[in-house]
């Protein structure tokens, strides 16, 4: 089946950037099933509360883990379809026998990584055994027994706590559209040149990728390093590669410790 991510949260509108470029593309053509729904179709009083005043006193408000988990068990069994905005005429009844996999957006998570959103892509590429829902936390973040309580489910796979980075951000909504964004692109099928993927920072190793130039090859008196239009293929891609650990080196050091693959012909060109 298709691989498919459900996003559950307060904000649906924060998800519209779903419906545009290459996402917007491959949900239009059937490579990816995604869906935006809204918590409050699963609070259940007048005033669709999710959030509640924390024990033992604080600022803020912290989301109840009694709407959350109705929101994800309906997500697992389709039984309710509060789907918004995916337009893509997909039945919403009946069960596919997917387990989830449950993603968290959280600073105490998990930093994300290409690695990760790769693993994610593959599994999900798979198609029959797991599909993904992201639950976008909102105000002090979602109560603490959720997660535990999700992981004893026998239609939850497994839960994921990720993280953007060492920053709070207001919600999970930017975090859930940052791992589609990672994920989507690595579908099978998605991209038209899966040369891009390969070539790209991160992509099988931790190292950044080399700067890319385009016309005019002189622009405002600054040109393209020579060697880009010398034709030689092979002068090309060690330039290429020089200036990519070059980067590394220089910018993000503490990559270098997570490559294994980096030979003495590499630290030669370096030199
Ligand atoms: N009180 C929480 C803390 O200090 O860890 C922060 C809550 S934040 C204001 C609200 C929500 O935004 C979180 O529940 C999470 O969903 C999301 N969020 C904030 N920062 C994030 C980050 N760096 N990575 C992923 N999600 C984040």
Redesign the pocket.
Known sequence: SVPRVDVVTIFPDYLAPLDLSLIGKARTSGLVDLRVHDLREHAHDRHRTVDDSPFGGGA?MVMRPDVWERAIEATASHRRSGAEGDGDGVDEGGTDGRALVVL??????RPLTQAFAQELADELGAGDRVRAVVA???????DARLVPALRERSDVDRVVE???????????EV?ALALLEAVVRLLPGVLGNPESVVEESFSHEAVLEYPVFTRPARWEDREVPPVLLSGDHGAVARWRRAQSLTRTVQRRPELLARLDGLDAVDLATLA
Request: aromatic letters at 12%; a negative charge.
């Open positions: 803020g968290v957006p959280t600073p105490s998570g976008c936390g909102r105000y002090e973040g979602i990720f993280s953007l980075g060492d920053f709070v951000l207001n919600g999970g975090a």
